[in-house]
């Protein structure tokens, strides 16, 4: 049972700005960093954000992330037919002493 | 490049035993700690055991704990996961993961390891 909560859809046509939220507590999110993954149809996860906001080398700059409190989110902007995969948030639990990811979001461009 | 090979998966019975292997190159093995991260069919992500870069530290979700065992040989720049009492529900992909520490997220996967458990 994922101890992150993310909607899981969400969608837009080319252009537009997508939103997916991750909700957590004071033993994951609130107390550490959130990372963001990327996963494309049949093919191994990404690392797309790390450390609440910072994209790894080759990461576009559509792609921004955010934290506040217990909650973090990840934008997309000027979605791109490419950009349709599943995404999941993921954070070190204090409580669980290891490693939690989110419930995933499948992002759909129209 | 970074790169990291699992091998090992296959079709189990339950109750079995199975290890898996990752192995790595591209990068000093022993800097890094790494990560198993599973992923039923149609499923999402699950992270299974984390290990630190000397294979002192040891840690295991509670689904797993007790019956996988994670290691690693330095010399050999291979991570393991022993697998004991396998049940259905431990049916996945598995992937290892290397972990650049300081809670900056898994930076490289491989490219994952099915493993079916059915009588």
């Known amino acids: 049972q994922s101890v992150l909560t993310q909607p899981p859809s969400a969608s837009g046509t080319p252009g537009q700005r997508v939103t997916i939220s991750c909700s957590g507590s004071?033993?994951?999110?609130?107390?550490?960093?959130v990372n963001w993954y990327q996963q494309l149809p049949g093919t191994a996860p990404k690392l797309l954000m790390y450390?609440?906001?910072q994209r790894p080398s080759g990461v576009p700059d559509r792609f921004s992330g955010s934290k506040s409190g217990t909650s973090a989110s990840l934008a997309i902007s000027g979605l791109q037919s490419e950009d349709e995969a599943d995404y999941y948030c993921?954070?070190?639990?204090?409580?669980?002493?290891?490693?939690?990811f989110g419930t995933g979001t499948k992002v759909t461009v129209l | 490049e970074v790169q990291l090979l699992e091998s090992g998966g296959g079709l189990v019975q339950p109750g079995v035993s199975l290890r898996f292997s990752c192995a790595a190159s591209?990068?000093?093995?022993?800097?890094?700690?790494m990560s198993w991260v599973r992923q039923a069919p149609g499923k999402g992500l699950e992270w299974v055991a984390a290990?630190?870069?000397?294979?002192?530290?040891?840690y295991y979700a509670d689904s797993v704990k007790g019956r996988f065992t994670i290691s690693r040989d330095n010399s050999k720049n291979t991570l393991y996961l022993q697998m004991n009492s396998l049940r259905a529900e431990d049916s996945a992909v598995y992937y290892c993961?290397?972990?650049?520490?300081?809670?900056?997220?898994?930076?490289?996967w491989g490219q994952g390891t099915l493993v079916t458990v059915s009588s």
């Open positions: 993961a290397r972990d650049p520490g300081s809670r900056k997220g898994f930076d490289a």
């Open positions: 591209g990068f000093i093995f022993s800097n890094y700690a």
């Open positions: 290990i630190s870069g000397s294979g002192g530290n040891t």
């Open positions: 004071s033993s994951n999110i609130g107390s550490t960093a």
């Open positions: 450390s609440n906001s």
């Open positions: 993921a954070a070190w639990d204090d409580s669980l002493n290891g490693y939690v």
